[in-house]
């Protein structure tokens, strides 16, 4: 298996732009794929195939790669983003690998 | 609507075993992969098992391999995940998560709402 690493916290204020990053020698090879789970509820799927949103997703988020690192980007924050972020790959034996996690907190 | 609802969690002594039930709908479980993600109390997610459409492929994190099999019941829309030799480290919410496998990746596109299993004296 291989780490996924993404900064445990990020802070913005309502309507401004927020950037979660995760890093990984894997993710030039691999897809990366984005997790949103609010507390007490289960995770709920945001971004597949490094950019991809699945419908029902709101147009505020969206995904990129460059490299080693992917990145998850909401415009225009709402209070109702607050959650905790994972980011998740797979290396090269199809083992599924999900990053630590980071705290999006609405000031 | 894509439904899972998990089932079978509780306290459970170290040592003990417990079975965990994942009651799957709205879709046709038969032909995806299915998989079992596991998150301890304020940590992060850990993958726990995968098995494939027919089960005939299974695959598991290391830390529970032969101690936990994954199963299911494709005619009961059904997975299962029985869990023998329990730890204290074996305690969490334990999600039942509908696995998406197309070429070279894979990822987790509709989940439950998790089952708490507690290892404790």
């Known amino acids: 298996s291989y780490e996924l690493t993404q900064p445990p916290s990020v802070s913005v204020s309502p309507g401004q732009t927020a950037r979660i990053t995760c890093s990984g020698d894997a993710l030039p090879k691999q897809y990366a794929y984005w997790y949103q789970q609010k507390p007490g509820q289960a995770p709920v799927l945001v971004i597949y195939k490094d950019s991809e949103r699945p419908s029902g997703i709101p147009e505020r988020f969206s995904g990129s790669s460059s490299g080693t690192t992917v990145t998850l980007t909401i415009s225009g924050v709402q209070a109702e983003d607050e959650a905790d972020y994972y980011c998740?790959?797979?290396?090269?034996?199809?083992?599924?690998?999900f990053g630590g996690g980071t705290k999006l907190t609405v000031l | 609507e894509v439904q899972l609802v998990e089932s079978g969690g509780g306290l459970v002594q170290p040592g003990g075993s417990l079975r965990l039930s994942c009651a799957a709908s709205?879709?046709?479980?038969?032909?995806?992969?299915m998989s079992w993600v596991r998150q301890a109390p304020g940590k992060g997610l850990e993958w726990v098992a995968n098995i494939k459409q027919d089960g005939s492929e299974k695959y598991y994190v290391d830390s529970v391999k032969g101690r936990f099999t994954i199963s299911r019941d494709n005619a009961k829309n059904s997975l299962y995940l029985q869990m023998n030799s329990l730890r204290a480290e074996d305690t969490a919410v334990y999600y039942c998560a509908r696995l998406v496998v197309p070429a070279a990746t894979l990822y987790f596109d509709y989940w439950g709402q998790g089952t708490l299993v507690t290892v404790s004296s």
């Open positions: 709205g879709f046709t479980f038969s032909s995806y992969w």
């Open positions: 998740q790959s797979a290396d090269s034996s199809g083992t599924p690998e």
